[in-house]
């Protein structure tokens, strides 16, 4: 069946089961009138020579010829009713995935138009914004805070192209990088208005009705993915951090080889101890539904950067009401597909560490699509090492262009 949207299942939209008892019905009565024509149906009417009706003159020919012929055509009118059934099951599978795809796409739709009903009037856009669905090949979200100019500043000096360039870069490439980021929490304030004032000068922001805070990443996330669904038809959406290096062209060459798949989550996946100590960093104070203490977290991919195909962010926006929220982001997400038909691709070039690391890749021709250290959850010092990495372990400047998706 797929990824069931959660509105499949409510009142009044149009659920599963009530749809099913429909199509059975349906296929019940045409195999049912399809039988008793068949079997109980009257017979073709056989008119009788001078000497006695056919049927009698076989029979005192050869009745063991009728007896084969009888077998015979009772079994064509048997092969023929289950090659009926076959052909009417083949054709409710296919309506149903027809209706699931459909369902998908409307409630993806509704999601879309609640977020923007719901918007706040600091981060309202034009109307003609809101209704474009531009389709491009992957949009890259870069996470980031209201006391994080400097760290914007020297992903903008470095790898993330600017004004026309950036524009160009989604026309002719397919390629949408954004900064996202929410509200204060006294919408309009001066946290706001540096913002606005910022993103009218590069223009290079997607604003997101939600609250900024520390302990909300989760919930940024999740508000992340279900607005860049409702602007952009795109193939795979990105999380990064503000503090990572990232080669775009090379982020679009690893994703462009898992284009075929309908369902992929794409990162280092690591399975980090679940921390149930109160006050450190990385506290889960759900730690007791992951078992005994010093248990593991599930498969999931790091925070720092990863990839969903379409029907993933799709999922999330639909269902985002229903979606359970740990403490910590990366978790979260991954908590998400548990349970889903989705494939998990560990792609170790998307955590590439600094130089050396990243630069001896490059040397031997394997250049990574991120880099950052892990002792730190992302480039230590990132606003004063960020262009050091990039010119170490940058794709170089026309590299995007002539990379292919």
């Given at each position: 069946?797929?990824?069931m949207?959660?509105?499949?299942?409510?009142?009044?939209?149009?659920?599963v089961?009530t749809?099913?008892v429909?199509?059975?019905?349906?296929?019940?009565?045409?195999l049912?009138?399809?039988?008793?024509?068949?079997?109980?149906?009257?017979?073709?009417?056989?008119k009788?020579?001078k000497?006695?009706?056919?049927?009698e003159?076989?029979?005192?020919?050869?009745?063991e010829?009728?007896?084969?012929?009888?077998?015979?055509e009772?079994?064509?009118?048997?092969?023929?009713?289950?090659?009926?059934?076959?052909?009417?099951?083949?054709?409710?599978?296919?309506?149903d995935?027809t209706?699931?795809?459909l369902?998908m796409?409307l409630?993806?739709?509704?999601?879309?138009?609640?977020?923007?009903?719901?918007?706040?009037?600091?981060?309202?856009?034009p109307?003609?914004?809101q209704l474009?669905?531009?389709?491009?090949?992957y949009?890259?979200?870069?996470?980031?805070?209201?006391?994080?100019?400097?760290?914007?500043d020297?992903?903008?000096?470095?790898?993330?192209p600017?004004?026309?360039e950036l524009?160009?870069?989604e026309?002719?490439?397919?390629?949408?990088?954004?900064?996202?980021?929410?509200?204060s929490?006294?919408?309009?304030?001066?946290?706001?208005?540096?913002?606005?004032?910022?993103?009218?000068?590069?223009?290079?922001?997607?604003?997101?009705?939600?609250?900024?805070?520390?302990h909300?990443?989760?919930?940024?996330t999740?508000?992340?993915?279900?607005t860049?669904?409702?602007?952009?038809?795109?193939?795979?959406?990105?999380?990064?951090d503000?503090?990572v290096?990232v080669n775009?062209?090379?982020?679009?060459?690893?994703?462009a080889?898992?284009?075929?798949?309908?369902?992929v989550?794409?990162?280092?996946?690591?399975?980090?101890?679940?921390?149930s100590?109160?006050?450190?960093?990385?506290h889960?104070?759900?730690?007791?539904?992951?078992?005994?203490?010093?248990?593991?977290?599930?498969?999931?991919?790091?925070?720092?950067?990863y990839?969903?195909?379409?029907?993933?962010?799709?999922?999330?926006?639909?269902?985002?009401?229903?979606?359970?929220?740990y403490a910590?982001?990366?978790?979260?997400?991954?908590?998400?597909?548990?349970?889903?038909?989705?494939?998990h691709?560990?792609?170790?070039?998307?955590?590439?560490?600094?130089?050396?690391?990243?630069?001896?890749?490059?040397?031997?021709?394997?250049?990574?699509?991120?880099?950052?250290?892990?002792?730190?959850?992302?480039?230590?010092?990132?606003?004063?090492?960020?262009?050091?990495?990039?010119?170490?372990?940058?794709?170089?400047?026309?590299a995007v262009?002539?990379?292919?998706?």
């Open positions: 069946m797929g990824l949207p959660t509105s499949r299942y409510q009142k009044g939209g149009g659920g089961s749809r099913w429909s199509l059975l019905c349906i296929s019940s009565f045409c049912g009138v399809l039988v008793v024509d068949r079997l109980w149906g009257t017979p073709d009417t056989v009788p020579d000497e006695g009706s056919s049927v003159k076989r029979q005192e020919q050869d009745p010829l009728v007896v084969n012929c009888e077998k015979k009772s079994s064509l009118h048997v092969g023929d009713i289950l090659a009926q059934v076959s052909r009417t099951h083949d054709v409710i599978m296919n309506l995935k209706i699931s795809s369902e796409q409630a993806a739709a509704r999601a879309a138009k609640t977020g923007n009903e719901e918007r706040s009037p600091v981060v309202t856009r109307i003609v914004e474009e669905h531009q389709k491009v090949f949009v890259m979200g870069i996470i980031t805070a209201f006391s994080s100019r400097k760290r914007r020297s992903i903008r000096e470095t790898w993330m600017q004004g026309d524009r160009r870069l026309k002719e490439k397919g390629l949408v990088i954004r900064f996202v980021i929410g509200h929490a006294t919408p309009g304030g001066v946290l706001d208005r540096a913002i606005d004032a910022e993103d009218e000068q590069h223009q290079d922001f997607l604003r997101l009705n939600h609250v900024e805070g520390y909300e990443l989760s919930s940024k999740q508000i992340y993915f279900s860049a669904v409702a602007k952009w038809d795109a193939d795979f959406y990105i999380k990064v503000d503090d290096h775009p062209g090379i982020i679009g060459s690893t994703l080889h898992h284009r075929s798949k309908p369902r989550y794409i990162g280092c996946m690591k399975s980090g101890p679940v921390l100590q109160k006050g450190i960093k990385y889960e104070p759900e730690y007791w539904k992951f078992g005994e203490d010093g248990n593991k977290y599930f498969r999931h991919a790091t925070g720092q950067l990839a969903i195909s379409k029907d993933l962010a799709t999922y999330i926006s639909v269902n985002r009401h229903l979606l359970h929220k910590n982001e990366d978790v979260s997400l991954g908590s998400w597909f548990i349970g889903l038909d989705v494939e691709i560990d792609d170790r070039t998307l955590c590439c560490g600094t130089p050396p690391d990243c630069e001896w890749k490059v040397q031997a021709g394997n250049p990574c699509a991120a880099s950052f250290d892990w002792s730190c959850s992302g480039i230590c010092k990132s606003v004063e090492r960020m262009e050091e990495v990039h010119q170490r372990c940058g794709e170089g400047h026309g262009w002539h990379a292919n998706f």
